[in-house]
C-alpha cells in the first residue's frame, strides 16, 4: 500500500521532513502527529482493501462456485432423464410429449419425433448432437471439468478468505501501536 507523507505541523506545507523549521518541540509534536496521521492512512487503506477488493472477490467466487454446483445438479438431472429415455427406447416408444419453457415461467406443449439423438450443452454456449448411448460419457466428461472448476473455487475462496483474515489482524495490529515513540 501507499505510505502518504502527512504535512507539517507548524508550516502546513510538504512533509515534516522537508520542512525548513528546526524547533525540536514542534519537530517531535510534528512526528507524533505524522505517525498518527500515516497509522490512520494506513488503517483506511487496509480497510478499503478488505472491504473493496478482498470481500468483492470473495461475492464472485462463491457466486462462480455456487453456479458450478448447479450445473452439476443439472447434469444429474440430465443424466436420468437420459436413462429414463434409454428404458422408453428398449420398450419400443421412439417419440417424446413434453413441455418447453419458453421463459418467465411460460410452458408450452412440444412432440420430439425422434428421441435417438439430443443437444448438450457443453459449455461457452456451445451444444453437442450425441446419440442417446454416448450421452453418459459427454456428460461423466462435463462434470468431471465443472468439478475441476468447483475445486479452484473453493480454493480461491479459502485463499482470499485467508487475506481477509490476515488483513484484520493488520489493521488490529496498527491500531495496538502507540501514537509516538
Known sequence: LKQ???????????SSS??????????????AHSARIDLNAK???????ANDVLKVDLQKTVEQRAKCQLEIEELEELRRNVQQLKQQQEAGHTT????????????????V?????????IGLGFHLE????????????RQQALRVQ??????????IKAHV????????????????Q
Open 4 to 14: 502518504y507523507a502527512a504535512p507539517c505541523v507548524s508550516c502546513r506545507r510538504g
Open 18 to 31: 522537508n520542512c525548513g523549521s528546526n524547533s525540536s518541540s514542534n519537530i517531535s509534536s510534528s512526528m
Open 43 to 49: 488503517v483506511r487503506d487496509y480497510e478499503h482493501f
Open 96 to 111: 417424446l410429449k413434453t413441455r418447453v419453457e419458453l421463459g418467465s415461467g411460460v410452458l408450452c406443449r412440444a412432440a
Open 113 to 121: 419425433p425422434d428421441t435417438s439423438h439430443l443437444f448438450i450443452g
Open 130 to 141: 450425441v446419440a442417446l448411448h454416448e450421452a453418459d460419457r459427454v456428460i461423466d466428461l
Open 150 to 159: 468447483l475445486g479452484k473455487c473453493i480454493d480461491k475462496a479459502a485463499r
Open 165 to 180: 483474515k490476515f488483513v484484520a489482524q493488520a489493521i488490529h495490529e496498527l491500531m495496538q501501536l502507540p501514537a509516538a
